[in-house]
């Protein structure tokens, strides 16, 4: 089933249904929901991460959250907003965690902040060496340059990636407008176009 | 077309959200002023690749797999634990009466036969009960949790999952419903089967 069947007449009903039995401690019910949904999960949490957390480590907190929490959800039409601010909140704590325990890292400039300047994005663990050659350098500073976007523009932009995410589903993820939406996806565009245009008239 | 609005259209184009109108506007102005077209090929190789790098980035992170429940619950635990806890109970409280049935177990009871009730520890008990004719022996311990307590010591909470064999004589009915559960319990299964002199 993908994304944009969930938000489809009866199948938001199986959807809810779903979320419904994972909250009654059904777990094939949670992990189909888990697999549902960790795709544009792992992209809000990589639009929200500090810069120096490993996003699979955060990945593995918001999963660990989400058995932890599953019964107190209350409504289940909201699961999407509901997970989404779990992990949210588990990039605010994360960075918080860095502020408290080592807070000269934020003094000498070393570590990007959860809403300022980030760090760049690491080569992921998995990657072998032909996956790293064939990545082009074009391609990572994209990404670079998506992930240093302000927050409301960032974040829309991303998950519009997400194959299968309408501007609706956007929409009710982030309780905004969908006129809204679409504006900041094109605006964000906009200043990945002029941004690359730039650093390619600087090269 | 200011240029937010010819922003907003390209955006939709690509994700495939215009309509047919805004599709065809769009086409008239571009042929008035070629750099639309421009702008439009760009914007629709950039968000190809920035979907493709993204999607490569987050490859990992979305085989993460949910983890199993961290702990027991509190309430489910004494309910896990209550069939095995019932059979050492009823072992023990078989051993401390006294007089009861005692020739027919092994030679392990009669070493415990002297000793005063009161004097005896839960882990010989314990021994004895796994002697027993109708036990067939215990199986790997399974770990629950490993909680660090405030004064330093760490609890190790496992379960203890000991076998037992019962036998029914041909034609008795079979104590067991439809998803394998016993009807009896092991301590009711054994009375009657020692009524019957199987043990």
Known sequence: ?203 | MNQDQTDRIITRIIDGEATAGERSTFAADADGNPSMWKSLALAQEQAAVLARTLDDATSTACAVALPAPRRVQFGAWPMAVSGWAAAVLIAAIWILLPGVQRGTHDGQLAVLHDEPAATLAADPLLRAYLNAQYVLGEQEPLMLEIEELRDGRIALRMLRRIEEVAFLQPGDELPVDEDGRLLLDPHALRARSAERSLF
């Open chain 1, 1 to 203: 089933m993908t994304e944009r069947e969930h938000n489809d007449g009866s199948f938001a009903a199986i959807a809810v249904a779903t979320v419904r039995q994972a909250c009654r401690g059904d777990r094939d019910a949670l992990a189909l929901l888990w697999n549902t949904h960790r795709r544009w999960l792992a992209v809000v949490i990589l639009a929200h991460r500090p810069g120096w957390v490993d996003l699979e480590d955060l990945m593995q907190d918001v999963a660990v959250k989400l058995v932890d929490r599953i019964g107190e959800l209350r409504d289940p039409g909201a699961f999407r907003p509901w997970l989404r601010q779990i992990a949210v909140n588990e990039c605010r704590l994360a960075a918080r965690n860095r502020r408290t325990t080592t807070p000269l890292a934020s003094v000498d400039g070393q570590a990007g902040d959860a809403e300022g300047t980030r760090a760049p994005m690491p080569a992921s663990t998995h990657d072998g060496p032909v996956a790293i050659i064939e990545r082009s350098d074009e391609a990572m500073r994209l990404l670079d340059h998506a992930l240093s976007l302000p927050t409301d523009y960032r974040e829309p932009l991303l998950l519009r990636c997400v194959r299968g995410m309408s501007y609706q589903q956007i929409g009710e993820l982030l309780d905004l407008p969908v006129t809204t939406i679409e504006t900041r996806i094109a605006r964000a565009r906009r200043m990945l176009r002029e941004e690359m245009q730039d650093e390619g008239q600087l090269r």
